[in-house]
């Protein structure tokens, strides 16, 4: 792990971490780029996940550590090779995504940097996790393959319900596009062509 803080007396304000993390759902080994603000008991801010496609090994031992032999998060997120895999935008606390705002966001994309999954809604423990009914989900199974749209429907441990009330198959890209209107997101979004 990297860590780049900014403290006052102690307490967090700011830092940019870097970690190692395997993806709950697909079992994706990703590095974990986090940039966060810490209040209030949460830490706001965005994290990506870059894919794994190799290790990166210290040179040196902590016996034998030179200042030269420290980097910044910076440095290394400057040396990552993996596609961006994830985007989370919202809070977090215990080391995990809990957000009840309902304005926090997940991007899920393919190896080409297509989505796989747009959630916008509340998370509980790392999951998207809303029962507000203002929580909706544009996703498909496979690159080129249509978006289905989840709307108005619970969300429950990170799964939507599969009562078919609450989608829209086979959207269109005039729907999607009406669909994030209104939002802002700070990641790209490749819908395909």
Known sequence: MITDALYDDGDLLTCKQIFLYTTTSDK???WGISKR???????????RYFVREENYTKEFTLETAQPEDIFSADAFEDSLTGYLEGFYSGNTSNGQF???????????????????????????????????????????TAP????SYYHDGPFINGEPS??????????SRE???EIIQGYSFKCELNWGD
């Open 162 to 171: 599969r009562d078919s009330e609450f989608w829209d198959d086979q959207i």
């Open 98 to 140: 809990n957000d009840d705002t309902s304005t926090a966001y997940m991007v899920k994309y393919f190896s080409d940097g297509t989505i796989k999954t747009l959630y916008v809604g509340n998370f509980r423990n790392g999951q998207f996790n809303d029962t507000t009914g203002n929580a909706w989900m544009v996703g498909t």
């Open 144 to 147: 080129g393959e249509p978006y």
């Open 28 to 30: 994706i080994d990703v």
């Open 175 to 177: 729907r999607i596009e």
């Open 37 to 47: 603000i810490a209040k209030n008991g949460f830490n706001s801010g965005e994290t």
